[in-house]
Nanobody, 125 residues
């Protein structure tokens, strides 16, 4: 089992920045890919970013490419999402997730086994 706890959400003006953190506990010795997803009211869950165990590969949703950066610190069992140039349409609840490192489908939420409770990000115009 892996437990994930997100933090760092809040209210920010358009053009601003936030950094989300995802602290993992439990079976953290296992090789997991970490991902971030978001969901706005009335919308489907959307893939934001993912990073492999080695950090050699990162993946981004089209709507955040060039603005968001995913990273991880294995020594701290923590993943991060740096969000710059935020837009009102980035407003959503952001979820951290973990899945086995191997295999296809990193942008697909169904391939993730563990999820955090989420942290709210609100971007005002």
């Amino acid at each position: 089992q892996v437990q994930l706890v997100e933090s760092g959400g809040g209210l920010v003006q358009a053009g601003g920045s936030l950094r989300l953190s995802c602290a993992a506990s439990g079976r953290t010795f296992a090789r997991y890919t970490m991902g971030w997803f978001r969901q706005a009211p009335g919308k489907e869950r959307e893939f934001v970013a993912a990073i492999t165990w080695s950090s050699e590969s990162t993946y981004y949703g089209d709507s955040v490419k060039g603005r968001f950066t995913i990273s991880r610190d294995k020594a701290k069992n923590t993943a991060y999402l740096q969000m710059n140039s935020l837009k009102p349409e980035d407003t959503a609840r952001y979820y951290c997730a973990a899945r086995p490192d191997a295999g296809w489908g990193r942008p697909i939420s169904l391939t993730y086994d563990y999820w955090g409770q989420g942290t709210q990000v609100t971007v005002s115009s």
